[in-house]
């Protein structure tokens, strides 16, 4: 049983910093990792990838101000998120996909609110 928590949500101000984590049931080498967002009325969107050989994509809007990462040892991965932006506010997931199966696995999403 795949399994996927997602943690470190809330409400930041415009210019503010947070990290979300998204820790696992299984060895995230063996998977390619996903942050999407969705904002409300709005499609989920992918923010960032990073695969199992540990290569990073980006969402163009968040580049440069977004960071993707894993620690395998822990097998939770992380997304870092500075100078974050109103339009910024959505309910984040996690997803996993298997390498060899391309099976996904969602984990339950946390909102992030950016609001003065």
């Known amino acids: 049983q795949v399994q996927l928590v997602e943690s470190g949500g809330g409400l930041v101000q415009p210019g503010g910093s947070l990290r979300l984590s998204c820790e696992t049931s299984?060895?995230?080498?063996?998977?390619?990792m996903y942050w999407y967002r969705q904002a409300p009325g709005e499609q989920r969107e992918l923010v960032a990838r990073?695969?199992?050989?540990?290569?990073?994509n980006y969402l163009d809007t968040v580049k440069g101000r977004f960071t993707i990462s894993r620690d395998s040892a822990k097998n939770t991965v992380y997304l870092q998120m500075d100078s974050l932006k109103p339009e910024d506010t959505a309910v984040y997931y996690c997803k996993a996909e298997g390498r060899l199966s391309q099976t996904n696995y969602w984990g339950q999403g946390t909102q992030v609110t950016v609001s003065s």
């Open positions: 299984v060895r995230i080498v063996l998977f390619h």
């Open positions: 990073i695969t199992g050989d540990g290569h990073t």
